[in-house]
Nanobody
Framework: QVQLVESGGGLVQAGGSLKLSCAAS????????MGWFRQAPGKEREFVAS????????AYADSVKGRFTISRENAKNLVYLEMNSLTPADTAVYSC??????????WGQGTQVTVSS
């Protein structure tokens, strides 16, 4: 069993910053690619960023490039998403996910990020 728990969400004004954390626990070997996704009300879930175990392969959605930074601390089973220059369009529930094989298999419950104008 794998558990992913996100934290760090909240309400922030446009232009502000937040740093999300995702803690992984359970029967894992923390070598999987980790990703962040978000889902805004009435919209499909969308990819935000991903990072592989050795941090050599990092990807971002075009909408967040240059503003968001994904990172991880393997020794602590933690993944982060630092978000800067936030806009109301970034308002969503942000979830972290862990790959098993080629697919994101384990998902957290998500943390709400609300950006006010």
């Amino acid at each position: 069993q794998v558990q992913l728990v996100e934290s760090g969400g909240g309400l922030v004004q446009a232009g502000g910053s937040l740093k999300l954390s995702c803690a992984a626990s359970g029967r894992i070997i923390f070598t999987s690619t980790m990703g962040w996704f978000r889902q805004a009300p009435g919209k499909e879930r969308e990819f935000v960023a991903s990072i592989d175990w050795n941090k050599n392969n990092i990807a971002y959605a075009d909408s967040v490039k240059g503003r968001f930074t994904i990172s991880r601390e393997n020794a602590k089973n933690l993944v982060y998403l630092e978000m800067n220059s936030l806009t109301p369009a970034d308002t969503a529930v942000y979830s972290c996910a862990m790959k098993r094989g080629n697919n994101y298999y384990y998902w957290g419950q998500g943390t709400q990020v609300t950006v006010s104008s």
